[in-house]
Each structure stands twice: as structure tokens, then as C-alpha cells.
């Protein structure tokens, strides 16, 4: 549903965001 695509779309975003974070350090 509708919660399971949010939370999914959340650890896409965390994933990069995490990526992003290493690629500056």
C-alpha cells in the first residue's frame, strides 16, 4: 500500500543519503 511505498522511498533516501555523507568524507 500506499505506507510500504513511503517507507521504501525513506531507505532509498537514507541509502543515498548515507552515500552522499561518504563520498564527502
Avoid at 525513506?10 to 564527502?24: L, P, Q
Amino acid at each position: 500500500g500506499l505506507w510500504s511505498k513511503i517507507k521504501e522511498a525513506a531507505k532509498t533516501a537514507g541509502k543515498a543519503a548515507m552515500g552522499f555523507v561518504n563520498e564527502m568524507v
